[in-house]
């Protein structure tokens, strides 16, 4: 979490080294990021209202844990992670400056990470039920990873 928290304080510290812009600063531009940012928060809390009381903020298997794969999870294993990273992609639109950028890049590596842990934790906890699930969808985007 502390890489996570890192990326966000990249994003939206507008360090005077980093923050000469990569995209222009166009109102077309600013709308594309805001899109991604509404569209990332509306997945992210539907992903978690659908784990329902499987979700923790820790990586664990609860008593009762359920592999869920219904909604977001029937087309990607980690539609939260997906969420916050369109958020986190959507601001850096926003931001067009290349702190923001950094502080996506960041994100994305620090959620890979957490993802392949969580995977390691569900495989001991499903075991060939979740490696099934893992054949059939994507990590974080349907039909990239």
Do not use: C
């Not at 659908?50 to 979700?55: A, E, I, K, M, R």
């Not at 923790?56 to 999870?73: F, M, N, Q, V, W």
């Not at 980690?78 to 950094?102: C, D, E, K, N, R």
């Amino acid at each position: 979490m502390l890489l996570a928290n890192f990326a966000l304080l990249l994003i939206f510290w507008p360090s005077k080294a980093l923050s000469h812009r990569y995209l222009p600063d166009t109102l077309a531009i600013k709308l594309l990021g805001i899109a991604l940012e509404v569209g990332g928060a509306a997945l992210a809390i539907w992903a978690r209202r659908t784990l329902g009381h499987n979700w923790s903020a820790e990586i664990t298997i609860k008593e009762d844990h359920e592999l869920i794969r219904t909604g977001p999870y029937s087309k990607v294993r980690h539609p939260i992670y997906s969420g916050l990273l369109a958020m986190y992609a959507g601001t850096a639109i926003v931001s067009g400056q290349m702190h923001a950028l950094l502080g996506l890049l960041l994100g994305i590596a620090a959620y890979l990470r957490k993802t392949r842990m969580e995977e390691q934790n569900m495989v001991i906890a499903f075991g060939g039920k979740y490696q099934t699930y893992r054949d059939e969808t994507s990590a974080l985007v349907p039909g990239l990873y």
